[in-house]
């Protein structure tokens, strides 16, 4: 037989090879597909039979993946500077670094946890602006980027509470509250990330969504809470500290009762406050 005979054969063989394995590939795909659909209707019927109404276009399709963090301490003289001006550095001990000048004093520790206080009229609300436009052109200068979550008043303080965003995606556990009196920034009070975050080789897997719906109703009957419908789900982080600082992925689920936070990982549930 002529060798290009030999090789046509060859080729052939392995076309169908190809075929055979990509037939194989799209076959398990719809497989996991279907089995997935039908893991969500069966979750959906359960909430359901304990009286909890779910949206299903409502529910977000997986957890975000889990992020490491190192403290950039370096950068940190920088943004005391940014609200500050020239400032002189103190070590406390600890991971605790403290920054004066003569508009204030900058904390910043090693667990994300930072706070500001400023003499009077250091920092004051431009005519025709407001507190919440000031708290986030504020928080920008120390690389906060933040959505408003509520304006609390009581007598001449009013505070803005800010939560920050990171790549679009909430960090639930990062706040700060930023406190005024009239018109004039007194305290900035909260948890940052202190440094840029990088994927976790450590971080594990995230649990399937069925599963963390599951979980989420164990863990509102383990508490003994009550409720008849989830209003919202919203993917995003906690950031959590020990040896390392991390990223985890999680879940903060609204209700017509309550607010909870649901660790993507372990599936842990804890009530908001």
Known sequence: MAWSKVKNIIILILLLA????LLMIFTQARS????????????LEVLERNGIHLDQEGIPESFCTPMVLQRDQEGEP????ALLGPVEAQDLGS????YRSDLGTAEFRSNGNFNFEFEAGALTVEAGSNEQAHALACMEQLG???EVLSLEEDGASRTVVLRQVWERIPVFSCTVRLTYQDG???????ERLMGAPAEDPEGGTAISVPTALLRFLSG???????CSEITSIQS???LSVSDTVRLTPAWYISTDTDSYYLDGLTGALTKEG
């Open 32 to 43: 996991s597909a279907q089995y997935q659909d039908q893991a969500m209707t069966d979750v």
């Open 18 to 21: 190809n075929l055979f394995l």
């Open 184 to 190: 004039q920034l007194r305290s900035i009070v909260g």
């Open 220 to 226: 509102i009957h383990s508490m003994g809470d009550v």
């Open 95 to 98: 991971g605790r670094h403290l």
């Open 236 to 238: 995003g982080y906690l």
């Open 78 to 81: 920088a943004l005391a500077v």
């Open 144 to 146: 906060f980027e933040g």
